[in-house]
């Protein structure tokens, strides 16, 4: 019996409408967009599915001809694991996905049509991955109304894609596809063009947050796989110490505390050794050439905080280490009384730091492609209070940042995931961890990418 689902390719996207009767339009598709989707298409052997859309009034009913043969006007199963939606959605809605979790079957990530690109997970549990509402971008020029509601759609209109690679009936990868005004994208290194291809260079790989000896060993092989074939300019890292050792929310935790300092996870010196081998591991797997960055994150100032507190006092094992580190941070000089970095002291005395790694301070900006914030871990908002991805892009613009585990998309404000197990000792109940990454391309567009099972793509 043949199998109900093979391994297959498919680029879902989405049209407005237009006015039978408007004298003045003959075609609001893309055409730049819409040949090089035909020609990507065409190279990958994938079936483009355009979903329909409503147009600026009620009274817009025509798709352009050239189109039609590719409407899908049904939901469409891409295996069993992800489908396409034909829950109609206003084109002029500022955030697509509202309501829309409790709609998706469980354990199905839901693909719906929008003119804008979101990206949203919803939690499943710890024992499987995640479902992920997202929406597609179009393939038309802005149709709305001008109106205030309209002119935010304007702004907000993406000429996109999700390109979708299926395995069999589960597994399954996908990735944005965002173009600009002339038709251009890039996918996985690679710019396409209406008039053909050429090789588009990785200006950032932001990783998910890596928490060294938390990191899964399958997540860590796909990233140095990427970092061999994509060869980032440079790759910027959040959470990279995980701070075991001086977790302060494990301090009262005396039978957790003993079973780490069985496996050696209570010792400070040999974390920092640690954090310093991985560093010098990523620098012979990308290169001298190759810049890596260390955003100053919420686990990085676990250290501050063990120090502040005089924690070491009571902790023979750490005792010389923390006066030693305690010593290092004493600034007396400093107007602002903020104590130096005390991780970047200690990897200096303890394993040292490759000479292409750059340590960020906190609050230090870091734009260094087309004004893209990618010096902001994500765990604070303004004035130091909790971060949300609205509070982020109100803040920064255009940003890709970490902290939260769970990769997001709200127009240009970016999160990436974890590089961990996607269950460790604090994430109970149901859970929308990914290990995803960000990659920022020469051409200003920003793709996230999955690792699933080891994989990153379908090869």
């Not at 039609?68 to 992800?82: A, S």
């Not at 179009?138 to 509601?149: G, M, Q, S, V």
Request: hydrophobic share 30%; glycine share 8%.
């Amino acid at each position: 019996m043949a199998a109900k689902y093979k391994p297959k390719t498919y680029v879902v996207t989405s049209a407005q409408c237009r006015d039978e009767d408007a004298e003045d339009i003959d075609s609001i598709v893309n055409q730049e967009f819409y040949a090089t989707l035909q020609r990507y298409c065409q190279e990958r052997d994938a079936e483009l599915l355009v979903m329909p859309m409503a147009g600026r009034t009620a009274h817009d009913n025509k798709f352009d001809d050239e189109i039609r043969k590719y409407l899908l006007k049904r939901d469409k199963n891409l295996n069993e694991k992800i489908k396409v939606s034909n829950n109609s959605i206003r084109p002029q809605q500022i955030d697509p996905v509202t309501g829309l979790g409790r709609f998706t079957q469980s354990d199905v990530t839901t693909i719906f049509a929008s003119p804008k690109q979101r990206f949203k997970v919803i939690p499943n549990s710890n024992d499987s991955l995640p479902k992920v509402l997202m929406t597609t971008g179009a393939l038309t020029h802005p149709n709305y109304k001008e109106d205030r509601i309209g002119k935010i759609a304007a702004k907000d209109h993406v000429y996109g894609a999700i390109v979708v690679e299926t395995e069999g009936a589960i597994p399954y990868h996908y990735r944005q596809l965002t173009a600009n005004r002339n038709g251009e994208f890039v996918d996985l290194g690679v710019k396409y063009t209406p008039k053909g291809t050429e090789e588009c260079g990785l200006e950032a790989l932001v990783l998910g947050d890596w928490h060294v000896r938390d990191t899964d060993p399958l997540v860590r092989n796909a990233t140095f796989e990427m970092i061999r074939e994509l060869k980032p300019r440079r790759i910027i890292v959040h959470d990279w110490f995980n701070g075991h050792s001086v977790n302060p929310h494990e301090e009262e935790k005396f039978i957790t505390r003993a079973m780490m300092y069985a496996q050696g996870r209570a010792s400070i010196e040999q974390e920092l050794r640690d954090n310093s081998k991985e560093l010098y591991e990523m620098r012979k797997v990308a290169g001298d050439n190759t810049e890596i960055v260390v955003v100053r994150s919420n686990h990085d100032e676990f250290l501050d905080r063990y120090l502040q507190k005089g924690r070491y006092l009571k902790e023979i094992h750490n005792w010389k280490i923390g006066h030693e580190l305690a010593l290092a941070c004493y600034d007396p000089g400093n107007p602002k009384l903020r104590i130096k970095n005390p991780l970047h002291e200690g990897l200096l005395r303890y394993g040292g730091i490759p000479n292409n790694v750059t340590y960020l301070e906190r609050n230090q900006d870091y734009k260094p492609v087309m004004g893209w914030q990618l010096g902001a871990h994500g765990d604070k908002g303004g004035n130091g209070s909790r971060a949300s991805v609205n509070g982020l892009e109100n803040s920064y613009g255009k940003s890709i940042s970490g902290h939260a585990h769970t990769p997001e998309i709200l127009r240009n404000t970016f999160r990436v995931g974890t590089s961990t197990y996607l269950s460790l000792s604090y994430n109970d109940g149901p859970s929308s961890w990914m290990n995803t990454h960000g990659l920022l391309w020469g051409n200003g567009k920003v793709q996230l990418v999955n690792i699933i099972d080891g994989k990153w793509r379908r090869k």
